[in-house]
């Protein structure tokens, strides 16, 4: 059982840009869908983008559909999410995972994103 490693989050200013990267273990990468959650004060940890095995499906909440954007590199291993036009609401720690249902239990200690003046 080996963590997710997140990174990239910060302070940014609104209207801001951040890209977050996820460093995934090979057992739990693989031949799987990924995804971005985000956990805040205000809400529980929801899922805000998935992304295929293949990358070619993408989905996303709608608070961030137009904003954010997710991609993976299978030949790393690692998911990325590229997030633009940040809004205040955007704080929150952001983790990667399988999506539900296959999300494991492994999680990564998240990586912090700021969004504020």
């Known amino acids: 059982q080996v963590p997710l490693v997140e990174s990239g989050g910060g302070l940014v200013q609104p209207g801001g840009s951040l890209t977050l990267s996820c460093a995934a273990s090979?057992?739990?990468?693989?031949?799987?869908?990924m995804a971005w959650f985000r956990q805040s004060s205000e809400k529980e940890r929801e899922v805000v983008a998935t992304?295929?095995?293949?990358?070619?499906?993408?989905n996303y909440q709608p608070n961030v559909e137009g904003r954010f954007t997710i991609s993976r590199d299978n030949g790393k291993n690692m998911v990325y999410l590229q997030m633009n036009s940040l809004k205040p609401e955007d704080t929150a720690i952001y983790y990667c995972?399988?999506?539900?249902?296959?999300?494991?239990?492994?999680w990564g200690q998240g990586t912090q994103v700021t969004v504020s003046s």
């Open positions: 995972n399988r999506p539900p249902p296959w999300t494991q239990n492994s």
């Open positions: 090979a057992s739990i990468f693989s031949n799987y869908a």
């Open positions: 992304i295929t095995a293949g990358g070619n499906i993408k």
